[in-house]
């Protein structure tokens, strides 16, 4: 099992930018795929970004494309998303997953573990 706790949510202004870090306990951190996701209110979680195993590939949705970037240290057990440039409907909280296998992926059913999420407002 793993655990996941999020960070580095906060208030900025649009055009600003906040980087997220997740921190993950479990043994097996090394050896799955791990991503973002973000979900506003009354809306559906929705995929942000992922990364494999190795931080060697990873994905991103369409919206964030050029603005956030996903990395991640495996010998801190540790994830982060930098998000520039962000705007006012971007504003939701902001989840760290962990999936079962290596390879990035986009599906919410793909992760079978969750952190509490961190709460990210963009502000006009």
């Known amino acids: 099992q793993v655990q996941l706790v999020e960070s580095g949510g906060g208030l900025v202004q649009a055009g600003g930018s906040l980087r997220l870090s997740c921190a993950a306990s479990?043994?097996?951190?090394?050896?799955?795929?791990m991503g973002w996701f973000r979900q506003a209110p009354g809306k559906e979680r929705e995929f942000v970004a992922s990364?494999?195993?190795?931080?060697?590939?990873?994905l991103y949705a369409d919206s964030v494309k050029g603005r956030f970037t996903i990395s991640r240290d495996n010998a801190k057990n540790t994830v982060h998303l930098q998000m520039d440039s962000l705007k006012p409907e971007e504003t939701a909280i902001y989840y760290c997953?962990?999936?079962?296998?290596?390879?990035?992926?986009?599906?919410?059913?793909?992760?079978?573990?969750w952190g509490q999420g961190t709460q990210v407002t963009v502000s006009s």
């Open positions: 990364i494999s195993a190795r931080g060697l590939s990873s």
């Open positions: 997953a962990a999936s079962s296998i290596i390879f990035a992926r986009i599906s919410t059913d793909d992760y079978p573990y």
């Open positions: 479990g043994r097996t951190f090394s050896s799955i795929a």
